[in-house]
């Protein structure tokens, strides 16, 4: 499985960031330095909830991209550990049946050859 994460523009970004912030963590004190290590751990949460859903669920054909919620995709991943994978598939059913991700499914079809390629599959 290739590792997704590290070619995501946001967490590259985020890497970055936090990356050129501890240079200054030294000199702004405690709390800055506290805030930092907090953000990192979010940051690690956000990858390994990220390569998790991507080991259980690219296979199927389900796609992480920017916009997708962490609050989702930590729903799928405990759904699935608790109730198994189809439960898991279910929510990811309802949430895309939902209108709320209409404009994100029309930027994926068309902003992604791939996905373009798929969509007609429906």
């Not at 985020?14 to 330095?33: A, P, Q």
């Not at 759904?79 to 598939?89: I, L, P, Q, R, S």
């Not at 049946?97 to 902003?111: A, Q």
Request: glycine letters at 6%; proline letters at 1%; one cysteine or more.
């Amino acid at each position: 499985m290739k590792a997704i994460v590290k070619d995501m523009p946001s967490i590259k970004k985020l890497n970055k960031e936090i990356r050129g912030m501890k240079f200054w963590g030294l000199l702004m004190g405690k709390n800055f330095r506290k805030k930092l290590r907090e953000t990192n751990k979010s940051l690690k949460n956000f990858i390994h909830q990220v390569e998790l859903f991507d080991k259980r669920f690219s296979d199927k054909g389900w796609v992480i991209y920017d916009n997708l919620s962490l609050i989702l995709i930590e729903e799928v991943n405990k759904a699935y550990d608790e109730k198994g994978e189809e439960e898991a598939e279910g929510i990811l059913i309802e949430h895309y049946s939902s209108s709320k991700v209409e404009e994100d499914l029309y930027l994926l079809r068309h902003g992604c050859e791939e996905i373009t390629i798929r969509y007609e599959f429906n």
